[in-house]
Structures are given as structure tokens and as C-alpha cells.
């Protein structure tokens, strides 16, 4: 055996977001040890993209005590396990409004694999159309606004934005144009 190995596991906490788990773990040298893990539903993350210009959402994020902008994000309701490309496009619609003709995906995301299960899809949303959004009652404080990509990369320098999910999926569309 070369990997960690887990030889238990018991739950700790659940709520309707995450469960927090503590594994007995057995590492590659035979010793034995603890790891606590954060289980939280996969997510999509969708780039809404009209030309120069891409949406963002702005909340407080309580953990942090701040609100950030951020591309829109987030898990299915209730935990329900969703396709991604359906998850994206729920997320995009509950969360701007908006609808995309085309989703294309970008990749894949593990927000923090030295603590958390969870692993988020990256999707580019284009030829899109106005609507209503469908907020959750937990985002009764979204706001959300296009930017240009030199807004976008201004507000990354400057500290606006800061969530690593977002300037990680940007890093992906550029990419992506590239290839």
C-alpha cells in the first residue's frame, strides 16, 4: 500500500449543506492516525460570457463576513444528486436569470482535497437571453451585474474578487479560448 487507507468512519455533524466525518486512517508506513473530511454535493460553476462581457454574483458570505463577487455556483437543492450540465443551467437561470443556448465544460474543480470531498464542474454559458432569476431564500442578498474581462481581471488584482473557485475557472476559459 502507497496511499492513505481508511480504516473507519463515524459522522460528526450533518445539516442540509455538509457532513463532517472522521476517518481512522491507516498511512502508507502502517501507522495509524485520524482525517477529518468536509462531504459536500458536487457543484456546478457557469462563466456566462456575452462578448467582452461576464456576469457575476455578489453575496455576503457569512464565513468570511464580506461580500465577494463571484461566477455563479452552487449544488442542487436538498442534495439531490443532478447532472452537471442540468445543474449549471438551474444555477444560471435561479441565480441571473439567464439562459444559454450553448453550455460547454471546461473542467473539473476540487475546491479544497486536503479537507473536502467536494469537486465542481467549470461551464461557459453563451448565447444567452434575459429573464427572471429564482433566488433560494439564502440568496435574498445576490445581487448581479456584468463586467468586461478587464474589469473582471482589474477586481482579481485589486482583491474585489478573491472566491478561488472564480479566478480558477477563469484561468480554465482562457485556457480553453487558447486551445
Known amino acids: 500500500m502507497d496511499w492513505i487507507r481508511q480504516v473507519s468512519s463515524r459522522e460528526v455533524y450533518r445539516n442540509d449543506w455538509l457532513t463532517l466525518r472522521e476517518d481512522g486512517i491507516r498511512r502508507p ?3 495509524d492516525g485520524i482525517y477529518a473530511v468536509v462531504d459536500k454535493p458536487n457543484y456546478a460553476l457557469v462563466i456566462a460570457c456575452d462578448g467582452d462581457r ?3 454574483v455578489e453575496q455576503f458570505r457569512y464565513p468570511l ?4 463577487w463571484e461566477f455563479p455556483q452552487g449544488t442542487a437543492p436538498g442534495r439531490a444528486d443532478m447532472e452537471p450540465f442540468d445543474l449549471a443551467a438551474r444555477e444560471l437561470r435561479e441565480e441571473t436569470g ?3 443556448k450553448a453550455i460547454v465544460k471546461l473542467g473539473l474543480l476540487d475546491v479544497a ?3 473536502s470531498s467536494q469537486r465542481g464542474s467549470v461551464f461557459l454559458a453563451t448565447e444567452l437571453t434575459e429573464g427572471d432569476h429564482d433566488r433560494e431564500h439564502e440568496e435574498q442578498d445576490m ?3 456584468w463586467v468586461t474581462r478587464g474589469e473582471f481581471e482589474r477586481m482579481v488584482a485589486d482583491g474585489e474578487i478573491t472566491d478561488a473557485q472564480s479566478i480558477a475557472a477563469y484561468g480554465m476559459l482562457l485556457l480553453w479560448e487558447r486551445s
Open 98 to 100: 439567464l439562459r444559454a
Open 65 to 68: 463576513g464580506l461580500r465577494r
Open 113 to 115: 482535497p486536503g479537507m
Open 29 to 31: 508506513d502502517g501507522s
Open 54 to 56: 461576464l456576469k457575476l
Open 143 to 145: 445581487r448581479s451585474a
